[in-house]
């Protein structure tokens, strides 16, 4: 059955990283710009892409403040994401070592990972790292054969593994058949379906390959494309939980949710947050809306 709430499209059920995320309590830490996979598609911007910088919520961050992001947000968890997490496993290991012994067993911590960069060093340590959700970005049956080998050591992990892709038009036969070949190996138990986001760093490698964007940003397709691999594997897998997310929920909810909660965290007394987590103020006699970035309000306009 394929369930339909609050602009979320699921079968089965959400995976936990996912209920917590769209709830607005996930941070997000960017643990590197470092990869060493070129996907045409990286949303990654400029500014991190290649370099070995240490983000959360867009947030410049150390450990220090690391936490104290996550105390503002009022998180329950984050994803970790890169780059790629896996070249700086040292890093990752201590860092998800940290945040439980900070924050208790039950604070959620998922990353997202491309098992194509994985080192033997990190393959030691995988299954020492204290995580609860492994999400694998593979979108093909090529790429899936070249990391199986890789991929045999998840076997003996206590944590939950998933496909999470995003999803172009045309790709669809190849989803299916990473998830296939996954799934038969007992090795995920959920799938995740983005939308492709689309940004200044992305727009022209994809705009170059044929694909066309419409006039909201979003890739042209998309959408449709995650709903056709969700209804295949919802007929083909009765057990597999697997959710489409797209770019619209991301932003009005889960983005929405977050920035929220940590305007109510930072606004001073003359300050009333909106919904949107945009506050107003009056200055000279005028509304002005700001947007908090990073740990302070910018001005977003006079109204």
């Known amino acids: ?13 959400l995976p936990r990283g996912c209920e917590l ?3 607005g309590l996930k941070s997000v830490i960017f643990i590197t710009g470092l990869c060493n996979v070129k996907c045409f598609y990286c949303p990654v911007s400029r500014d991190r892409k290649g370099r070995d910088v240490i983000y959360i919520n867009d947030v410049n961050a150390n450990l220090i403040t690391i936490l104290e992001e996550i105390e503002n947000s009022l998180s329950r968890g ?15 290991c201590e860092l998800c070592r940290f945040l439980k012994r900070e924050y208790g067993e039950d604070f959620h911590i998922h990353i997202y990972t491309n098992p194509i960069s994985w080192s033997r060093h990190f393959l030691m340590k995988i299954c020492q790292i204290p995580i609860d959700e492994l999400r694998l970005h ?5 790429a899936l054969h070249k990391v199986l080998i890789n991929i045999k050591y ?3 992990t206590t944590f939950d593994i998933g496909v999470e892709v995003p999803v172009f038009p045309g790709w669809e036969e190849n989803i299916v058949n990473v998830v296939e070949d996954l799934y038969h190996r007992d090795i995920i138990s959920f799938v995740n379906l983005n ?3 689309i940004n200044d760093s992305n727009v022209d490698n994809i705009i170059n390959r044929g694909y066309e964007v419409d006039y909201r940003g979003f890739l042209r397709g998309s959408y449709e494309s995650c709903i056709k691999v969700l209804n295949i594997l919802s007929r083909k897998f009765r057990d597999l939980n697997i959710h489409v997310c797209t770019s619209t929920v991301k932003d ?6 977050r920035m929220y909660t940590r305007s109510i965290v930072y606004a001073s007394s003359n300050q009333y947050v909106q919904e949107d987590g945009t506050v107003i103020r009056y200055v000279d006699g005028r509304v002005v809306r ?14």
């Open 252 to 257: 009005s909810i889960q983005v929405r949710l």
């Open 21 to 23: 995320c769209l709830l």
């Open 154 to 156: 998840l076997r003996d």
């Open 138 to 142: 593979i979108t093909c049956r090529e």
């Open 1 to 13: 059955m394929i369930n339909i709430e609050r602009g979320n499209i699921y079968h089965g059920k």
């Open 78 to 92: 984050v994803a970790i994401t890169g780059g790629e997490p896996s070249l700086v496993d040292d890093r990752l």
């Open 195 to 197: 939308e492709v986001d």
């Open 290 to 303: 700001e947007v908090l970035i990073g740990r302070s309000f910018k001005i977003f306009e006079i109204i």
